[in-house]
């Protein structure tokens, strides 16, 4: 709940503010850490910390895209309570990673199912089990292995899987009607990206997997990926896509091109900068280099 939504229902009276001092009671007022942007009248989406969350308040009930962590995950849910009294029907899970799936467990209890990738449930089972946490998790009772889709109030909503990627276990959430894609982390805007080799991340097939997206999907089709780098949006168009596709063919051919000269390693992982593709900025550029290091030098 919005802490001005709060002082109108709570009850607190203009007498007991007073015993607030100007700091205190400015630091009570301010927005919240959290941000939701609307992109229909029921399609709408959540910012804080992790993965981009994505919510349709629906006329039988409210799907959820992601979960962040506990914390705001349940900063999520209290918001959404305050706009619609119908159940959490779905949680879906665009793959395994933390930031996208610890706050699972903030819905348990609410949510009817939670549907991801069935290699998203299998990772996202291994870690815990590898950290000793699954008592932490709410894993997905339902899972699909390349298309799944059903109708929900008005809209259809499908899952695809069309190839490794980020994961081995990334899914494309269409919602159809409304035109809006969430891509998780199979789209970094202006981001270096995590290429999770553990859990079979591969940068030549995630090119491939965001051309079938591309192609699979309108021209003005609005999509939502997991992050941004600092300045820019989660909410992309097509060019955006391509874009980043763009980068990952310049992450490649920049290290085939270095392994060619005979470069080490370390010498690759000095680089500060992916030629052709110079809004990719900030730290964890070394992510994608490794990773396209140890697919190059099989």
């Given amino acids: 709940m919005q802490r001005r939504t709060f002082l109108k229902t709570s009850g607190l009276t203009l007498g007991a503010l007073i015993f607030l001092n100007h700091r205190t009671l400015a630091s009570f007022l301010s927005d919240p850490a959290y941000k939701i942007k609307m992109l229909t009248d029921n399609i709408g989406i959540f910012t804080e910390r992790g993965g981009t969350i994505l919510f349709m308040l629906g006329e039988n009930g409210t799907v959820v895209v992601d979960a962040q962590f506990p914390d705001?995950?349940?900063?999520?849910?209290?918001?959404?309570?305050?706009?619609?009294d119908k159940p959490f029907d779905i949680l879906i899970n665009t793959h395994h990673h933390g930031d996208h799936t610890a706050g699972n467990i903030a819905f348990k209890g609410l949510v009817?199912?939670?549907?991801?990738?069935?290699?998203?449930?299998?990772n996202q089972q291994n870690v815990a089990a590898k950290n000793k946490n699954e008592d932490k998790q709410l894993f997905p009772d339902q899972t699909y292995s390349s298309v799944w889709s059903e109708q929900h109030s008005k809209e259809t909503i499908s899952l695809h899987w069309l190839g490794r990627?980020?994961?081995?276990g990334d899914s494309f959430v269409h919602f159809k009607n409304a035109n809006i894609v969430h891509a998780g982390?199979?789209?970094?805007n202006r981001r270096h990206p995590f290429v999770d080799k553990s859990a079979g991340a591969d940068i030549g097939e995630w090119i491939k997997t965001l051309?079938?997206?591309v192609a699979m999907f309108k021209e003005d089709t609005v999509y939502v990926c997991g992050h941004a780098g600092e300045g820019y949006d989660t909410i992309l168009n097509k060019k955006d896509i391509v874009t980043f596709r763009e980068y990952l063919e310049?992450?490649?051919s920049y290290t085939r091109d270095c392994i060619a000269k005979g470069m080490t390693k370390?010498?690759?992982?000095k680089t500060t900068e992916i030629p052709g593709s110079p809004e990719w900025k900030g730290d964890g550029i070394n992510r994608p280099l490794e990773a396209a290091w140890a697919e190059l030098n099989p």
């Fill in 72 to 84: 705001t995950a349940q900063h999520c849910i209290d918001e959404i309570k305050t706009r619609t």
């Fill in 112 to 122: 009817t199912h939670v549907l991801s990738h069935e290699n998203s449930r299998i």
């Fill in 165 to 168: 990627g980020h994961t081995n």
């Fill in 185 to 188: 982390d199979l789209v970094f």
């Fill in 211 to 213: 051309n079938s997206g």
């Fill in 250 to 252: 310049n992450v490649l």
């Fill in 266 to 269: 370390e010498d690759l992982l």
